[in-house]
């Protein structure tokens, strides 16, 4: 069992709730908080008192209209952590369990975690044993999962083999990867485009950090990395991917797990920009939600509570300061994660 503690008695017995609803598409002022019915379980899905939700960009482009599926009004938030307070399958999910949460259409198709409650299908629930701040684990599953997914993507793990090359290295996803490449003892450079948030890559362990100003990049990569890196761990995304592919030793690997640069390749032509024998492959961390992430977001809290990775929890908003957190993510403030606590 979780070392959290339970709900308070009564806590499933409230009808209203505080929510930050996403009424259009828009800017940060389209979130606004409002007092909602809390959701009545139903078969299938059961009610979490959310204790934290991490903030992704994913949110900011629902927010921003760029998601086609989601109609307004919503509530956003693709990930939380919390306590099930009414639960339709007590045996699997009992009450004051600690569970987490991530993806499966979640602040999409249905509500998410921008809530004091969220009510979520069972089969994305991930019964979770820690004794972790709620802000510390609501810094992890959405971040932490995508990047071990990533890493195991390019196979750099299990085996902690190879040269690796993280670009975005200080987004979220980027802080994580450099944990847990420092923590597993992989050789690791990782870029930034702002020089004031180097130290906060140095922190995690990464001996190398190199500014990605454009031009210098792959001179000052092969100063260190003569042959370049085995892999390729690109988050900007599809604004780098190509350069990533010209990076990258000849016969590597570079693993696009990020959209801080757009969605699509600009003219993409396989045969002329894909060298031969070097690999191109993505991550989405839809493949990790529910029991196919369970153990090891399991594996991942116990390394945080060990001291092997580091929860990289860059600042931590209320539910009323959802828009002033959209604006801090969107101004490309945060160094790692941006949290919020009902």
């Known amino acids: 069992m979780s070392n959290h503690s339970a709900p308070a008695a009564g806590t499933e017995h409230r009808t209203s709730m505080r ?12 979130l606004e908080p409002r007092e909602l019915p809390v959701p009545a379980v139903r078969a299938g899905w059961s009610l ?6 991490g903030l992704n960009r994913s949110e900011l482009r629902t927010r921003q209209g760029h998601s086609p599926n989601v109609r307004f009004p919503r509530v956003l938030g693709i990930e939380c952590v919390g306590t099930i307070v009414e639960s339709s399958a007590p045996g699997a999910l009992p009450l004051g369990a600690t569970v987490a949460a991530v993806m499966g259409e979640m602040g999409r198709e249905f509500d998410g975690g921008y809530a004091e409650y969220a009510l979520l299908p069972n089969r994305l629930l991930m019964p979770i044993t820690t004794t972790l701040p709620w802000e ?4 992890l599953p959405e971040t932490y ?26 987004s979220s996803v980027g802080m994580a990867a450099a944990s847990i490449a420092a923590g597993h003892g992989i ?3 990782a870029t930034t485009r702002r020089p004031g948030k180097v130290n906060a ?42 350069d990533s592919l010209r990076l990258v030793r000849r016969g590597g690997t570079v693993c ?8 699509l390749i600009p003219n993409l032509e396989p045969i002329a920009m894909i060298p031969t024998g070097t690999k191109l ?17 399991q594996r991942i809290v116990e390394e945080v509570e060990a001291g092997v990775y580091r929860p990289n929890l860059d600042r931590v908003f209320g539910l009323g300061e959802i828009g002033a957190a959209h604006r801090y993510m969107e101004n490309n403030e945060a160094t790692g994660k941006v949290v919020v606590v009902p």
Request: aromatic fraction near 2%; charged fraction near 15%; charge should be negative.
């Open 201 to 242: 890559l140095t922190a995690t362990g990464i001996a190398h950090v190199l500014i990605d100003d454009g031009e210098s990049l792959a001179a000052n990569v092969r100063a260190l990395w003569p042959g370049g890196p085995d892999q390729v761990l690109d988050l900007v995304g599809a604004s780098t991917a190509v």
């Open 136 to 139: 510390i684990l609501a810094a």
């Open 19 to 30: 929510a930050v609803v996403c009424v259009r598409a828009g800017g940060p002022e389209v």
């Open 145 to 170: 999962l995508t990047a071990r997914g990533a890493l195991d993507a390019l196979g750099v793990l299990p085996n902690s083999a190879g040269r690796l090359l993280i670009r975005g290295g200080t």
């Open 281 to 297: 492959t993505a991550f989405h961390s839809g493949t990790l939600e529910g029991d196919a992430g369970r153990s090891l977001l």
């Open 48 to 53: 979490v008192r959310v204790r934290g939700a």
């Open 187 to 189: 050789e690791t450079v």
């Open 256 to 263: 696009v797990a990020g959209s801080l640069g757009g969605w």
